[in-house]
């Protein structure tokens, strides 16, 4: 069961738009699929059709002693997904204070078998500048249990400038590989700093480019392949899924 890890390079980067479409588009290839949200942002749920108001998640469900695994939803394409939760300053606290102790089973749990079965875990990580140190070795950790580890960027200058000078992203992109978001190659700044992270970086060789189709999908709480099966960003997720099998294939072969 592969697992894949996505990263936004900051907040407003599209990880989590990208983690949930993908899973989307391995499912509508007959591939049973978990997306996992690691943000405490919780924002992972309203691509799967999830009320903005539920607070359950396997945050809440671990701190209360509870079986995470009934806090998995599935989509109306039969994606399921597992919401952050959403907690209180209370719950936060707790949280934060038992996080270290909770990972080991957190991790062997969610490696065990799901029912009906599991062919990919897409994991949507936070970005690692805005996660506190406790919690940076559970994005650690998940990372290295995976696959594949993909970094989403913008190609616009803050995004770059992250890349280039920030020490944590220094060392989680030399074995992640770069995949291209939101561009808009019709502008000269984007298209140029796109060929400039090809140079620097490994970065995936297909991009998804902006389309209004994406966040028009994520106002009506699904995902680009519901929504707009006609869009280009449709097709570019679709492209990103065969891309993924493939390069798991490679790297696991």
């Not at 059709?49 to 002693?65: F, K, M, S, T, V």
């Not at 989509?75 to 270290?100: H, M």
């Not at 990372?143 to 580890?149: G, H």
């Not at 060929?195 to 189709?213: G, W, Y």
Request: net charge negative.
């Amino acid at each position: 069961m592969p697992i894949v890890y996505i990263q936004g390079v900051c907040g407003g980067s599209g990880g989590t738009t990208v983690a949930a479409n993908l899973a989307a588009a391995l499912q509508a290839l007959g591939q049973n699929c978990l997306a996992f949200d690691l943000n405490h942002s919780n924002g992972l749920r309203l691509h799967a059709g999830l009320d903005p108001l539920e607070r359950d998640g396997w945050a809440r469900r671990l701190i209360r002693n509870e079986n995470w695994f009934e806090a998995v939803y599935e989509s109306a394409s039969g994606c399921r997904v597992s919401p952050f939760g959403l907690l209180d300053i209370d719950e936060s606290v707790q949280f934060d204070a038992q996080v270290s102790s909770l990972l080991p089973t957190l991790l062997a749990q969610l490696q065990q078998p799901f029912s009906p079965a599991l062919d990919w875990i897409v994991v949507d990580a936070p970005a690692v500048q805005t996660a506190s140190p406790a919690y940076q070795a559970v994005i650690a950790a998940f990372k290295a249990i995976a696959q594949l580890s993909i970094v989403v960027v913008c190609p616009e200058p803050r995004s770059y400038s992250l890349l280039v000078t920030h020490p944590q992203w220094a060392s989680a992109v030399s074995d992640a590989t770069v995949l291209l978001n939101a561009q808009h190659p019709e502008r000269e700044l984007s298209s140029d700093l796109a060929v400039v992270l090809r140079q620097e970086f490994q970065v995936a060789p297909l991009t998804i480019n902006s389309d209004s189709a994406i966040p028009e999908a994520a106002a009506h709480l699904t995902n680009v392949l519901d929504h707009a099966p006609l869009s280009q960003a449709c097709s570019d997720y679709k492209a990103l899924a065969l891309w993924v099998q493939a390069s798991v294939r490679e790297l696991t072969a």
